[in-house]
């Protein structure tokens, strides 16, 4: 217990807190069960040292733990959490908690038994608690924790700190919002930087490796964190990374599930399944015909990668500008809980109500002709007009 003490205190106190995401203060902290989720690099360990350091300080009544300690092959994750409670615990942060077998039950037996003691855990987006355990899902209340968005991108890199703008204002109100704006800095100046290496945190330690560690990033997750899922088989880990490969030099991609299985040699059923496992683990971003039903075993209609950033770090000499567009648009509404789903007409239905076309500058109208509350989300435009919104401005969503 020391050690483990000492470990958490050191992580603590070099944590800095200058920067902290905004999920931060969105959390309800007085819930006795958190769960926090998220992909790999999005900066949940970080989250979780800084509520420590900012509440808590290196008092003992909190601490924090990660199931990838060696601790933790030879000791239960129940028996660890009485005997911090027995020495006057109050609230235990419990890191990379997939990593750790049985994860689900243990954190329900404390729970129910332990009543004055309170859990915060994180875990990979790949996790279904509902799945792992229904009684613990039903216990914890569960956050996502996303790459950033182009509003927190110029914050971290110290452009401008701007609050975020829903997306009704956006569209009500778009022509105010830029002129006020661009008063201040000018959005298309940072904007091509944000879709190179802006999306994870990580980029503010060396913008010279981030497409390398994004790489390797992209490797654990499909080497590492897949493994976590039942059922799932190891020896495909290299045949789903050629997998990614191939969607990011096509992307967005209509997929050809037969093509697919050919090129991957894994068979068309476990190709769907692969797919879904690929988006819970944030990887990639599925379309599915507006009207459809969802489901696991079905065939996406279109495929992009989950941010901009992947492209850059999978496949640089791939990097096409309307994919690039495409893929930063439904990544920042889907990040911030819109429906999407693939229109008749346009490129992305929202909301089941609202039709966009997205495009550069000078695309054409007519595209959306006749369409109700339809609009295009423009690239290369500081400030729109009508229904022309600067594409940058729907970073400013979350």
Do not use: C
């Amino acid at each position: 217990m020391e050690n483990i003490q000492i470990k958490s205190n050191l992580v603590v106190q070099q944590q800095s807190t200058d920067i902290v995401r905004p999920l931060i203060k969105k959390i309800d902290w007085n819930d006795r069960l958190i769960g926090i989720l998220g992909a790999r690099g999005t900066g949940k360990t970080t989250l979780m040292l800084q509520r420590i350091k900012l509440e808590y300080g290196l008092s003992s009544n909190a601490l924090y733990i990660t199931m990838d300690d060696i601790y933790f092959t030879v000791h239960s994750l129940i028996d660890f959490a009485v005997e911090f409670r027995q020495n006057g615990g109050k609230i235990l942060f419990i890191d990379e908690v997939h990593k750790y077998p049985d994860w689900a039950k243990e954190i329900k037996n404390i729970y129910d038994f332990y009543k004055d003691l309170k859990i915060v855990f994180t875990g990979s987006s790949i996790i279904d608690i509902s799945r792992q355990n229904a009684d613990l899902s039903r216990r914890a209340v569960q956050y996502e924790l996303t790459g950033l968005s182009y509003r927190e991108f110029l914050n971290f890199r110290g452009v401008i700190n701007l609050g975020a703008i829903s997306l009704a204002d956006i569209l009500n109100n778009h022509v105010e919002i830029a002129n006020s704006i661009i008063g201040n800095f000018k959005p298309l100046q940072y904007f091509n930087d944000y879709l190179k290496h802006g999306y994870y945190p990580f980029f503010i330690e060396n913008i010279n490796t981030y497409h390398l560690r994004l790489e390797k990033v992209v490797r654990l997750i499909i080497e590492e964190d897949l493994q976590f899922i039942a059922g799932f088989n190891p020896h495909h880990s290299r045949k789903i990374y050629q997998l990614m490969y191939i969607l990011s030099t096509n992307v967005p991609f209509k997929p050809n599930i037969t093509n697919l299985s050919e090129k991957t040699g894994i068979n068309r059923n476990m190709i769907i399944e692969y797919l879904h496992y690929l988006d819970n683990a944030r990887l990639i971003n599925s379309l599915t015909a507006a009207g459809k039903s969802i489901s696991t075993l079905q065939k996406p209609d279109k495929i992009f990668l989950e941010n901009t950033n992947l492209l850059f770090a999978i496949s640089p000499n791939n990097t096409d500008k309307g994919a690039l567009r495409e893929a930063f648009f439904m990544n920042q509404l889907k990040n911030v809980g819109h429906s999407i789903n693939l229109p008749l007409r346009g490129d992305f239905f929202v909301d089941d109500q609202l039709t966009f076309e997205i495009g550069g500058k000078g695309k054409s109208k007519k595209q959306l002709n006749g369409i109700e509350n339809s609009f295009f989300a423009m690239d290369d435009m500081e400030a729109g007009i009508d229904n022309k919104i600067p594409l940058w401005m729907f970073g400013l969503l979350y």
